[in-house]
């Protein structure tokens, strides 16, 4: 897959959305329901490089993997980035795609807190 098939796929998924936020994060971030399952980066030295969340086991097991790394600052939180996402199988991305969505739209929101 390529990045225009990724970013197809990502806006198929029902309610996703999409947002792109300019300096300092320059990032292409999808949602559903509000909460975030994937992101590209858009400015260069990482240009398009891609990141989802995983399980805790799944991370340890992708971060193995030649081209994936923990994603910057989401790491404590089991996410990875995908360097090149022509190099990781078709199949396999868009599996790994549909969990991360599946875990957002599935996982219970936290409690507002009210400020006294």
Known sequence: ?????VKEHCSLFPGASSKLYGPP???LVYYSG?????YFKTSEPEQWRFSI???PERFLE????????????????????????GSVP?????????WSYR????RPRKPVRRRA
């Open 1 to 5: 897959m390529d990045v225009s098939a």
């Open 25 to 27: 994060s320059n990032v």
């Open 34 to 38: 509000g909460r975030k399952f994937a």
């Open 53 to 55: 969340r995983t399980t």
């Open 62 to 85: 992708l971060t193995d993997v030649p081209g994936i790394k923990p994603a910057r600052y989401m790491a404590r939180f089991h996410w990875v980035t995908i360097v090149d996402v």
């Open 90 to 98: 078709a199949d396999y991305l868009q599996e790994l795609i549909e």
């Open 103 to 106: 875990r957002a739209v599935t």
